[in-house]
């Protein structure tokens, strides 16, 4: 008579020590688990609907403005750092830990429309509506900063005057030389009183200059008729050019691809272009249904967030069309710029009411200490979600948000208007002999001209 036993080895399974974990042996034959697919699906469903119950995205607000927020710069050597900057000339320097106010930077006279910070992280510069270019000393963060018992006030260690008023400026990412926009583009230096060169693109003012973080001397400019502009500070005229249909607010390049940018535009949409080819949009970026005012790229160059006079913020995929996120409160008024942190955790908010706002860049994340067997459980979840998100149950769960309903009647009368218009696009094109009406696709139709 044969009889099966089970053999084990007692070495195979005893623990060295008591913090080793116990071996097990799994056997991932299919046939002996048919209702593997229907657990994971359940584990899908459960990890989706917990996400939402979750999601809890606001941190808190940082309240000291007495004026709208017009602008903000991040400091790239103090991750905890951000600069912040008001229609009536204040500047602030915030703990982002302990939300509160660090350092101010009076002098301004007028708004204050452009802030940036060099690479050292050592000069802060701003600009603003009085002609006005100051420079500033940033102080360094010390143990003293946590107790936060007084807020310190600083002097400006230059100032130089212009001849109009000034809209945006940039710090290149390596060098010494930041650009200044207005009436025209200047290149200054620290150690120069006057521009070391200039560039006069058309009559109409330049709203948003931004250098390249791979090219030092590459920089892209927008400006109010509607073109955006790339140029190259080597040589005298522009590299590039594009002329919309709606006038350019901000531009922010991609950090990890530096060739790609992205366009924040007046008709609600971002387009992503390529900085070397120009003829058609790589991407269209949908979901806002007023003038989108300003843009930021996550670190990770994986995402980036837009914020709107919509009065709300969203997170895009940079080559997704549509948002994965929309954060809005009832108090919030139009927002008129958004950052990302430099780790890529948190979106920070600046609005027409005054405040900055904080947010998480995903909305359930944990905050605080996670352990390890945690750590590994959110990661089992979003793979699961991921396998499984193509079915309708858990597609519609994970897109679902709540939308104020200002935006949501927007986004009806905006289908609706856009349903007809087709309607009538293929009726025409229907009734008209074969090629007389070339359908545009929508990546090219804002775009009336590329020039280079």
């Known amino acids: 008579m044969r009889i099966k036993t089970i053999s084990r080895s007692v070495d195979e399974f005893t623990r060295e020590r008591s913090q080793d974990l116990q071996r097990v042996f799994h056997n991932f034959d299919p046939s002996l688990r048919p209702m593997e697919k229907a657990v994971e699906y359940q584990r899908a469903l459960t990890a989706a609907k917990l996400e939402k119950i979750f999601a809890r995205p606001f941190v808190g607000a940082m309240d000291g403005h007495r004026d709208g927020i017009s602008c903000m710069a991040k ?51 701003s600009c603003g509506t009085d002609c006005a270019v100051r420079l500033w000393n940033v102080p360094r963060p010390s143990l003293e900063d946590s107790d936060l018992s007084s807020e310190k006030s600083a002097e400006p260690s230059a100032e130089y005057l212009c001849k109009n008023a000034l809209l945006a400026v940039d710090h290149q990412f390596e060098g010494e030389l930041f650009a200044t926009a207005g009436a025209q583009i200047d290149i200054w230096n620290h150690n120069r009183s006057q521009p070391v060169q200039s560039f006069k693109p058309s009559n109409d003012s330049v709203i948003s200059v931004r250098f390249n973080p791979g090219e030092p001397d590459i920089l892209a400019v927008s400006s109010s008729d509607r073109r955006i502009r790339i140029y190259d500070i080597r040589m005298s005229t522009s590299a590039r050019e594009i002329l919309m249909l709606t006038k350019t607010n901000s531009i922010a390049w991609n950090p990890m691809e530096p060739m ?19 003829e058609e949009a790589k991407c269209v970026h949908k979901d806002h249904v007023s003038a989108v005012m300003d843009i930021d790229f996550s670190p990770t160059g994986r995402e980036f967030v837009t914020g709107s006079y919509d009065r709300s913020v969203r997170i895009f995929p940079y080559n997704g069309g549509h948002s994965r996120e929309i954060y809005h409160t009832k108090r919030m008024q139009r927002v008129f710029c958004v950052k990302y942190s430099s780790d890529a955790t948190y979106v920070i908010s600046g609005s027409d009411d005054t405040n900055l706002r904080l947010w998480k860049a995903k909305a359930s994340e944990q905050l605080g200490v996670i352990l390890p067997r945690e750590q590994k459980k959110h990661e089992y979840n979003e793979a699961v979600k991921n396998r499984y998100k193509h079915l309708p149950e858990i597609k519609r769960i994970v897109r679902h948000r709540h939308l104020p309903k200002p935006i949501y009647k927007a986004i009806a009368e905006s289908r609706v208007i856009n349903n007809s218009k087709k309607r009538k696009d293929d009726r025409r094109k229907a009734h008209s002999a074969e090629g007389t009406i070339v359908t545009k696709p929508l990546r090219t139709r804002r775009i009336i001209k590329e020039a280079e």
Request: with cysteine; charged share 20%; aromatic share 10%.
């Open 75 to 125: 400091n790239p050597n103090y991750l905890k750092g951000i600069f912040s900057a008001s229609m009536d000339g204040d500047i602030r320097l915030w703990d982002i830990a302990t939300r509160r106010t660090v350092c101010q930077f009076p002098g301004h006279k007028g708004a204050v429309r452009g802030l940036t910070v060099s690479t050292d992280g050592n000069v802060l510069v």
């Open 260 to 278: 790609n940018f992205t366009a924040a535009n007046e008709d609600g949409n971002c387009y992503s272009f390529d900085g070397r080819k120009n």
